[in-house]
């Protein structure tokens, strides 16, 4: 199968010692716990390979007791299927104590870590509940009622090729992989592994947006929305926008402070090392769009800006 040929794998292999499926070579029936979890971290490589970079995985695992009681005896009420014979997690020698969980999906997300994969949601698992289940308490454990399913993906660096690298507010480099909602969780919990309300923003513009909405959506930005006035280089609202774009112009402005000192300073520091000839325009377009797209449509050469910053 060609590499990089899906966006999405959505898998739930089988888990350690509850099926035989009667199949040579099945994954679920090693004699140890590591064999098994070495075995799913070797198929999901093979799903890394497959999966796009910006793609995405989701892994339904479920959890399985150690009893070390030997063979079981008696029917199983909750699936017939589990009875074949010694299990492994039956016989003694599993190297764990009696009747402890395995953590099986925690090692083999630690492992698929220690792998190269980005784990989204590691400690805030998707929770897939078990419909059919009831709470209470067993002989000698509680009624597990639900399952975790964990979200990986192959590389955080694909948000930032996809995002352009740069503060959809500013014209800064982020230089982390900050990638915050703009919706926030709190109100739009739905919404809070949703591709589409993910913003490459700098952390200190997204901690003054907070959790307020009167902010314009960076993919919403028009074009002359926003202009640059020169020399001063404050964030000033365009010239022909309707009374709510005009509105919303002005308290993102005001809400993310875009005027302060530090980002005046920022603006200025590019446009002096543009004129002296450290940086190319090239580099500007990268790293700071905006400053960029607005020394083009006021059409500021090198010489009409040492003019005006002299």
């Known amino acids: 199968m060609s590499a990089e040929r899906f966006q999405c794998a959505v898998t739930s292999p089988p888990y350690f010692w509850q099926r ?17 979890v070495q075995k799913i971290i070797l198929a999901m490589d093979e799903v890394k390979r497959v999966l796009k970079k910006d793609g995405v995985l989701f892994l339904n695992l479920g959890d399985t007791y150690y009893s070390g009681k030997g ?10 299927a589990r009875r074949f014979g010694l299990r492994a997690v039956d016989a ?10 395995l953590g099986l999906p925690w090692r083999i997300a630690l492992g698929m870590i220690e792998k190269g994969w980005v784990a989204d949601t590691f400690s805030t698992a998707f929770i897939h509940t078990k419909t059919r289940s009831k709470w209470g308490w067993k002989t000698d454990y509680v009624e597990r009622l639900n399952e975790l399913i964990h979200s990986f993906n192959e590389d955080a660096s694909h948000i930032r090729i996809s995002l352009e690298d740069t503060c959809h507010w500013m014209p ?6 900050t990638v915050e909602h703009f919706l926030p969780k709190s109100s739009y919990p739905d919404l809070a592994y949703e591709w589409t309300n993910y913003r490459l923003v700098c952390s200190r513009l997204n901690a003054r947006k907070g959790n307020f909405e009167d902010v314009v959506d960076p993919f ?19 010239s022909n926008l309707t009374g709510p774009q005009q509105n919303l112009a002005e308290s993102t402005i005001r809400r993310l402070r875009l005027n302060d000192s530090r980002s005046i300073d920022t603006r200025q520091e590019y446009v002096k090392s543009y ?18 797209s607005e020394l083009a449509r006021q059409a500021l050469d090198k010489r009409k800006l040492r003019q005006l910053f002299k």
């Open 220 to 238: 919403d930005v028009i074009p002359g929305m926003f202009n640059l006035h020169f020399p001063s280089l404050n964030v000033i609202t365009g």
């Open 20 to 36: 035989d499926y009667k199949v040579d070579g099945q994954i679920g029936l090693e004699p140890k716990i590591n064999e098994y």
């Open 172 to 177: 800064y480099d982020v230089g982390s992989d």
């Open 71 to 80: 063979m079981p005896r008696g029917n199983d009420k909750k699936s017939k």
């Open 275 to 292: 004129i002296g000839g450290h940086i190319s325009a090239t580099y500007i377009r990268h790293k700071a769009p905006f400053l960029m």
């Open 92 to 101: 003694s020698g599993l190297g764990v104590p009696r009747k402890t969980a």
